[in-house]
C-alpha cells in the first residue's frame, strides 16, 4: 500500500497533528486505544497508508512526534490520544529552541535529528510501498521552523525519491506570537524552496476570519482552528484512503499542480463550512460546493486570489456524486472566473472523486491551488525582514548559535527571487510564451545550419 509517514515537529506541529490523527480515527472506525469500532469494510481495507497493524488488533498511527521540550509531548500523552501512539515515537530534549531558529538547526535541533531518522528509518522498514512523507509544522517559532526545515533536508537526502510535503503554518499579517518571526520564516521559506515538493500553507488569521466570519465562533480556540486544518489534511489523502471514481494521491497532485519546480506553495481550503444554524437553510450539492471553494474567503493563508492568477488548481469532492457533474462544475467555475487563471495553461483544474465523505457530511470538497497571489504572503514577511536587519535587529542571538550574516542575505535573496518568479507568470500570456518558444526554434534550426555548414567545409577541406 502506498504509505505516507507523519512528522509533527514543535508546538503547533504537534497540536495539529493531535486534532489530524483524531480525524483519521474518525474515518477509518478506530477508538481512542487504536482498535476497530467501525461498521463498514471500506474503512479497514486502506487503513494501512497511516497506520500499521500491530499485535492484538490494534492500528498504531505511523507518525512521528519531535519537539525539543517535553511539555507538548506531555500533553499529548496525557490526553485522551494518549494510548494510540507508540511511546518510542515522541522524540524529545529538555532544553527547547527559545524562538531561535539557529537553536532548532544548528545547536540543538542538531543534536536530536538523528534520534528522530532513527524513528522514521524504523517506521519507512515498515512500509510496503512508501509513498513519502508529510510534515507538519510552524514557520514562526524556533523547533517547527529551524528543527523542521533541518529534518526536511535530512530527509530529502535520505529518500531522494519519495514525495515531501510539509503543512507549514505562515506568520499572519496582523496578528503576530513572536518578535523575531520574520527572521524564522525567511530562513524557513529559503529550505522549503530547495528542499520540499509541496508547501500546503497554512495561517493563524486566516483560519480565525473563517471561525468568526463563516462558522460564526464567537471565541475560537487553537482546538477550532487545528479542527479545519486537520479537515483539509484528511481530504487531500482520502483518495488514498478509500475506493473512488476519479484516484489522487500526493504525486498525482504534485504533477499536476507544479508547472516549475520552485512555485510548489499553495493555498487550501475546504467546503462545506456553514454556521450549526445555517446548516437547515443550505443544500448540498456538487454546484454549492464548487461555488465555496473559489470563494475568496474560504482560503485558509491570508492572500486573496483575486490579487494574482490561478496557475493550477485541483478539487477533491467526496461523498456519492456523478463525476460529469463534478467535470461541468469545474468547466463552469475555470470559464465564470476566466480572468483569474492563466492563459498559457489550458485546462487549469484536476478534480478527483472519492466515494466516501468524511464522518457527519453527507459530501465535501477540498480546495488546493496554486496561486501567484501567495507571493503577497512572501513580500509581506520580505518587508518585516527587511526592516530588522537593516538594523541587525536580534541578529546576535542567531550569530551566537554559529549562524553567518550571509546566510540570512542568501535567504532574503532567494525569498525575493521566488517573488519574482511569481510576478514574471502572472504577466505572461500565451502570446508571450508563443514568440519565446518561435524564437527557440528559429534559434535551433539556425543552430543546426551552422552546424550542417561546419560538417561540410571539413568535408570539403579534407578532400
Known sequence: MREIINVSVGQAGNQVGACFWQQICDEHGFDENGMYVGDHANQLERASVYFTEASAGKYVP???MVDLEPGTSDVIKASHLGNLFRPDNFVFSQSGAGNNWAKGHYTEGAELVDSVLDVVRRQAEDCDVMQGFQLIHSLGGGTGSGMGTLILSKLREEYPDRMLSTFSILPSPKVSDTVVEPYNATLSVHQLVENADEV???DNEALY?????????????????????SQVMSGIT????FPGQLNSDLRKLAVNLIPFPRLHFFMCGFAPLTARKELTYRSLSVGELSQQIFDPQNMMVAADPRQGRYLTASAI???KMSTKEVDDQMQKAQTKNANLFVDWIPNNIK????NIPPKGLKMSATFIANSTA???TFIRIGNQFQSMFRRKAFLHWYTGEGMDEMEFT?????????VNEYQQYEEATGDELEEESQYLDDYEEEYEEVLATNVFTEEVSMM
Open 374 to 376: 501567495i507571493q503577497h
Open 317 to 319: 469532492f467526496r461523498g
Open 200 to 202: 500546503f500553507c497554512i
Open 238 to 241: 482520502s483518495c488514498l484512503r
Open 351 to 354: 478534480s478527483s472523486v472519492c
Open 209 to 229: 476570519n473563517i471561525c468568526h466570519r463563516t462558522l460564526k465562533l464567537k471565541t475560537p480556540t487553537y482546538n477550532d482552528l487545528n479542527h479545519l486544518v
Open 410 to 418: 542568501e535567504a532574503e535573496a532567494n525569498m525575493n527571487d521566488l
Open 62 to 64: 505511523r507518525s512521528v
